[in-house]
């Protein structure tokens, strides 16, 4: 905890505010993480990792990601992704909606590159 909390800046060691470690085991203002949930954002600002449990909007996702057919011409496109959660690097198919990690099943992913067109 000798380190600023990443959202405020705020020197953590001698802070009176509550702080909370992330799962990743980060620290954070308890205050500052309650703003960026009240914002919708659920990601370690150091590290990216989910911050909290994410399994059950990711299950959403995947109804979401089912219903929504991609055009033709996307249905063989494929991207390089790594995850934020597991940090695995993979080749997946384009989706609008998000790329889900094979290796974890989340969609916490970034797009690295494009891929071949699987044949």
């Known amino acids: 905890m000798h380190h600023n909390c ?3 800046f705020e020197y953590l060691f001698d802070s009176t505010k509550d702080i909370s470690v992330l799962q990743c ?3 954070i203002h308890l205050e500052c993480m309650n703003e960026m949930r009240a914002h919708h954002h659920f ?3 150091v590290c990216s990792r989910s911050a909290c449990d994410m399994s059950a909007t990711w299950r959403k996702l995947d109804e979401e990601v089912a219903a929504t057919p991609m055009p033709d011409i996307y249905q063989k ?3 390089w992704i790594l995850c934020n959660d597991c940090s695995a690097t993979s ?3 384009f989706h609008v909606l998000g ?3 094979p290796a974890c099943s989340s969609y916490n992913t970034r797009e690295t590159r494009a891929a071949c ?3």
Do not use: D, L, Q
Request: proline share 14%.
């Open 6 to 8: 990443p959202v405020c």
């Open 25 to 27: 085991g980060h620290t």
């Open 43 to 45: 990601s370690c600002p």
């Open 77 to 79: 496109h494929m991207v």
């Open 91 to 93: 080749s997946v198919r």
């Open 99 to 101: 790329h889900k990690c």
């Open 117 to 119: 067109p699987r044949i």
